[in-house]
């Protein structure tokens, strides 16, 4: 354990972060997973709103740093490609 007063409050947030970055981590995979469940389903109108409602999510974490622009733009291209196959 630290035992400087910085390293402290370090530790703490640390602590708090850890747990708001987990959360907005398990929100994003939720998000995606709505997408994916509705283009399992074949239901295509579903799936395009999902995915209308997730993309602001995923951008959202990216901006945030919680994952990278190149991941963001990777899910959503993938996502985008597997809902125009649905035609």
């Known amino acids: 354990m630290a035992n400087i007063q910085s390293a402290k409050k370090r530790a703490r947030q640390a602590v708090v972060r ?3 970055n987990a959360s907005q981590r398990s929100f994003l995979r939720n998000q995606i997973k709505q997408v994916i469940l509705a283009i399992q ?9 999902a995915y209308e409602n997730a993309i602001p999510v995923i951008d959202r974490m990216a901006n945030r ?3 990278h622009r190149n991941k963001a733009a990777r899910h959503k291209s993938r996502l985008n ?3 125009i196959a649905l035609a």
């Open 18 to 20: 850890r747990g708001r």
């Open 41 to 49: 389903n074949g239901d295509k109108t579903a799936a395009q709103s």
């Open 81 to 83: 490609k597997q809902i």
């Open 65 to 67: 740093g919680l994952i």
